[in-house]
């Protein structure tokens, strides 16, 4: 944890997380820092909001409707993005996992939609974009390769004709 920042709690996050309109306005700061891009010929910020549903713009560009979850597995869901936000951050907080039937009395769902759920959360934490760059914090692992000598009562023994 970065020193200063206090862990998120379940109940600040639905209520930073309470309506459709605010799930929607932290997705788009997301996925979209330099305005709304179009999915279907790229144009960056020559996007209008429809008024109709939250969430969904129309491209000047090449007139065609998208929203910030297209293209993802968020998209055309019946579940509230509420729901997805809470559970991607269930999921990634628990040093574990979680399974689906605990996500599901947490959620209040069904047992076969949270396993949907999960699942779709899994492949999208999953997705390779690239290697990491920058700073890279870590915690509980062990990274690099084990020593060449185990030390035993006797003293230290060579790792190859221990396991060989």
Known sequence: MKPGRDPLTIAALQARFSDEA?????LERIRWPAGPACPHCGAI???SRT???PGQFVCLGCARSFSVTSGTPMHKTHLPICTWIIAAYLIASSSKGISSLKLASLLGLQYRTTWHLVHRIRAMMDSDLGLLTGIVELDETYEGRLTALFLTKAGPVPLKGLFA
């Open 22 to 26: 605010k799930c929607f306005a932290f």
């Open 51 to 53: 008024k109709s549903r």
């Open 45 to 47: 910020e020559r996007a």
